[in-house]
């Protein structure tokens, strides 16, 4: 080790007496220090020619970064100060975005999407990310500013220590606790960067899109079956110019599918009406008459017709409720009598000893179908075994006569005698779409006619209806037994498969079956004869009423409640107003920790490694720069190495303190060594 010059030596012994423990501090005047003593490294004592050979740091910094070498004023105006503060005012004003994220999405509230509430709901799925960045940026500031400002008037340590500490949620905590302030300024710093996670997650949840509902009202027209004006069995010349279509639907119908049968709609999708005599006898009023109702999940309803009712002017989406005041023709029917022919030639006149009023009572079997003017023989007959004349206030009974010879090789026919009446009802229907069902019945509180006034005005329609029936289903050989005949007497699943060959036909059924089955058979005849161009249409929003209207389709009108689906914004107010508290806060932590900043003169040094060089006599740097901020001074001397290592190597018991080095061979002589003492 080379001898140091005497005036470094000087130099050197009254730094000791500065650190010294002993008396002789004491002693020392309590006045500035004058001289170079902090300028002088400890390198010139302390270290060989080797080293000290080498260009030193403040040199560096000299030529390099213009070290300040004269007096300067405080808070002077540089261009980094003015990008500095130009980002202050910036971050001060950041979180207004998501003031305004708050409004946008109190604006969008219950609104139908569009591509800018979209842009909003991208927006706010970043807050997670962005909102914690920017209150960290604003409250780290914050903390630094009041720490800063605090100093410049004098405080105590630990609370500079804690303030500048709180730079986030765990550092917070860590200083109150290690620091042991646990007053009400250590906890509000914690419930402080407490909001940060709240403030975030409440900016993921602002807005989002939600399945609502829109009201409205639609008219709805549906066919009329109470109407007897005009229909296919009117007159001769309507059953022959409209009973094709109207075995065609009739067919179609008998021949649907067993699921298309036990389908609460029709193969054209119009909905079909549920006996309500199922659930409640059709002669007897219930008391109270309630709503009845329907348990499509059950097996214990049964329609009063395979066709259903065509409904006009249903939106095509959406749910629809409405009501309907509607009918259906309820046969009431014994259980069957066998009765053999009195001869081989078929003779059943003594059964019908008054005859029959629209058929041969010695051969009913014989009839014309409504296409050809040739009789025609089939196994089954429809007749009344009396005339019956219409009247508003008839309260004779219709009564009908089914006849069926269901035996190939035997003349014996199976004759059921039935009266025929009308159930009036009120049915609740409830559609998705133009998809419907009947919810729940009851029976009609408008029409309160007598049941036994029936659809059939007067004698042609009867008689036309007589005529037409056992020839709906298509004309058979004699040897084969109608459809007709196989849905009311056998299986009424797939009557069709058992037509072309002689079924087995237990004809075990008793005669409330047997009137529950002619009577679907009747009404669905009937519902196809009131509107044979239009039943096929299904439920239609496209055709116009006046269009229906030229192919004779004459409906009731009923209101319908018609609810939307629709996809709305729906802004959540709990979150958006968290938001709007904790942002408005982030904005005063903002405004105070710029304010706070622009007030104070004195430098920041305070939380910068940087200020550890200053007035450091382990640190090799020119004399002057004590007015730099932290990161000016640091900027500076951004190429200084540095090491918090042992100043006093050579000595038994080190010394432990920030110093700045010039090479290798020194960073190894600073290093700490386990089993050394340190003063």
Request: proline share 5%; net charge neutral; aromatic share 10%.
């Amino acid at each position: 080790m080379l001898a140091a010059p005497e005036s470094n030596i000087e130099n050197l012994s009254h730094h000791n007496l500065l650190l010294s423990p002993t008396g002789a501090q004491k002693k020392l005047p309590r006045k500035p220090v004058i001289s170079n003593l902090f300028h002088k490294s400890y390198h010139e004592v302390q270290v060989n020619e080797e080293l000290d050979e080498l260009p030193t740091s403040s040199d560096r910094a000299n030529k390099e970064k213009k070290w300040p070498s004269e007096p300067q004023g405080l808070n002077k105006w540089t261009w980094i100060r003015c990008v500095i503060l130009g980002g202050d005012i910036i971050l001060t004003l950041l979180p207004v975005i998501f003031l305004v994220f708050c409004i946008c999405a109190l604006a969008l509230d219950r609104r139908p999407p569009s591509s800018f509430g979209d842009s909003i709901i991208a927006g706010t799925k970043l807050g997670p990310t962005i909102f914690p960045i920017i209150f960290a940026a604003i409250v780290g500031r914050l903390m630094r500013s009041i720490a800063h400002w605090k100093a410049e008037a004098g405080t105590q340590l630990g609370l500079l220590e804690q303030l500048i500490g709180s730079q986030n949620l765990t550092s917070a905590v860590q200083r109150m606790v290690l620091l042991d302030r646990y007053g009400p300024l250590g906890f509000a710093i914690v419930v402080l960067w407490l909001l940060s996670p709240l403030g975030g997650q409440s900016s993921l949840r602002l807005l989002n899109v939600v399945s609502s509902a829109v009201s409205s009202e639609a008219q709805v027209h549906y066919i009329d079956v109470n109407r007897t004006a005009y229909n296919a069995f009117s007159s001769a010349s309507n059953i022959r110019t409209l009973g094709s279509a109207v075995s065609a639907l009739f067919q179609a119908s008998l021949l649907a599918s067993v699921q298309a049968k036990s389908s609460p709609v029709d193969l054209w999708n119009n909905v079909k009406i549920p006996m309500l005599d199922e659930l409640s006898p059709w002669t007897t009023e219930m008391p109270g008459n309630p709503w009845i109702g329907i348990n499509y999940s059950g097996s214990n309803r049964h329609y009063s017709s395979l066709s259903g009712l065509n409904i006009n002017g249903l939106p095509q989406s959406g749910e629809s409720l409405f009501s309907v005041e509607t009918s259906y023709m309820q046969l009431r029917c014994d259980d069957g009598t066998v009765y053999p022919s009195s001869t081989e030639s078929r003779d059943y006149a003594y059964v019908f000893p008054n005859g029959l009023l629209y058929h041969n009572a010695s051969n009913p079997f014989i009839g014309m179908p409504y296409s050809t003017d040739n009789n025609q023989s089939i196994r089954l007959f429809v007749d009344t075994s009396y005339e019956r004349v219409w009247s508003k206030d008839d309260t004779v009974p219709l009564n009908l006569l089914y006849g069926s010879q269901p035996y190939l090789f035997n003349n014996s026919m199976i004759l059921h005698n039935c009266t025929v009446g009308t159930a009036r009802v009120e049915a609740a229907i409830s559609c998705q779409g133009e998809s419907c069902k009947v919810v729940r019945m009851r029976r009609s509180t408008v029409d309160t006619r007598s049941p036994l006034i029936v659809p059939f005005v007067g004698t042609d329609p009867f008689a036309n209806f007589c005529t037409f029936f056992a020839f709906a289903a298509g004309i058979f050989r004699h040897d084969e037994l109608s459809p007709i005949d196989y849905y009311v007497l056998g299986s009424s699943d797939l009557p069709f498969s058992l037509s072309g060959g002689m079924g087995d036909l237990s004809f075990n059924i008793t005669g409330d079956m047997f009137a529950r089955r002619l009577s679907t058979m009747i009404n669905t005849i009937w519902q196809a004869s009131l509107g044979p161009h239009t039943l096929s249409l299904g439920p239609s929003a496209l055709s116009t009423y006046d269009y229906l209207l030229a192919y004779s389709y004459f409906a009731n009108t009923t209101t319908a409640r018609v609810s939307t689906p629709v996809d709305l914004y729906r802004a959540d107010r709990i979150f958006i107003g968290i938001l709007m508290v904790v942002s408005i806060l982030l904005i005063a932590c903002a405004v105070a920790g710029l304010i706070l900043k622009s007030i104070v003169r004195t430098p920041d040094i305070l939380g910068y490694v940087s200020t550890q060089t200053r007035d450091n006599l382990y640190v090799d740097i020119a004399p002057g720069g004590n007015m730099l901020d932290g990161l000016e001074r640091a900027k500076l001397l951004g190429g200084m190495k540095v090491q918090v290592g042992d100043v006093k190597w050579e000595e038994d018991e080190g010394h432990v303190a920030f110093r700045s080095v010039r090479g290798e061979k020194e960073w190894a002589l600073g290093q700490l060594k386990r089993g050394k003492l340190y003063l």
